[in-house]
């Protein structure tokens, strides 16, 4: 990843696991907590891509891992995060830039859905069967209703901020050209073109002329 996406990723995340375990987990709701580090995942996934996301995704998973009040085996939701990144980077469009916000909005029902299944999937491998099924179901439906009204207010914000800190590729060199033509090759065909129409020109021009001018003595014949 390049420096400034390393930047603002490392900044977000930490943003997001500290308000996610001082705010957020302190309120007290029912069934799951309000997952603001998985929405800040997928925010960045939508604009790095697959791979910018599985990294994002780790890196943060492995952050909430160590950072307590963590009760879970380490590298358990670096996993899981980095497997939900890498599938909703997927989802990026070529140009960079979702048409209406339904798709991102199905990217989060998705990934809260499957990052639950998955972190209890996990959690059975490794030996912790501390969710029954009844309560997997709870978690699973309350984990999407927090995350999708949760989304609305951080996914956009989070991929505006990421989209501000790329470079614009039709805008490349600052030569205006579309296609990141250079000044060099622009200017010489810009030049060539313009000698190639000099002749044309001049012959339009004439012929204007002469039609003018015809078109004045045939008006002054019908005056007469």
Not at 80 to 109: F, I, N
Not at 141 to 162: E, G, Q, R, S
Not at 184 to 191: C, K, Q, T
Request: aromatic share 4%.
């Amino acid at each position: 990843m390049r420096l400034h996406r390393t930047l603002l990723a490392g900044v977000l995340v930490v943003v997001a696991l500290v308000l996610q375990v001082s705010v957020l987990a302190r309120l007290q709701l029912p069934g799951a907590v309000p997952d603001l580090l998985l929405l800040t995942v997928l925010g960045l996934a939508l604009v790095y891509g697959h791979v910018g996301g599985a990294l994002v995704g780790f890196g943060a998973g492995l952050l909430a891992d160590l950072a307590p009040p963590a009760d879970h085996a380490v590298g358990r939701y670096a996993l899981v995060l980095c497997l939900v990144g890498y599938v909703a980077g997927l989802t990026k469009p070529e140009t960079g830039q979702h048409r209406s916000a339904t798709l991102p909005m199905l990217v989060v029902a998705a990934a809260a859905v499957s990052s639950t299944l998955l972190y209890a999937g996990v959690g059975t491998l490794v030996g912790d069967t501390a969710v029954n099924q009844s309560g997997l179901l709870t978690l699973v439906l309350t984990a999407t209703l927090y995350d999708l009204l949760l989304a609305p207010f951080t996914v956009p914000l989070i991929m505006t901020m990421a989209r501000r800190l790329e470079s614009d590729p039709l805008a490349a060199d600052g030569s205006g050209s579309v296609g990141g033509d250079s000044p060099a090759w622009s200017g010489a065909g810009a030049a060539g073109y313009g000698k190639s129409l000099a002749p044309a020109n001049r012959r339009g021009s004439l012929l204007s002329r002469t039609v003018r001018s015809r078109a004045g003595r045939i008006k002054g014949v019908k005056r007469l």
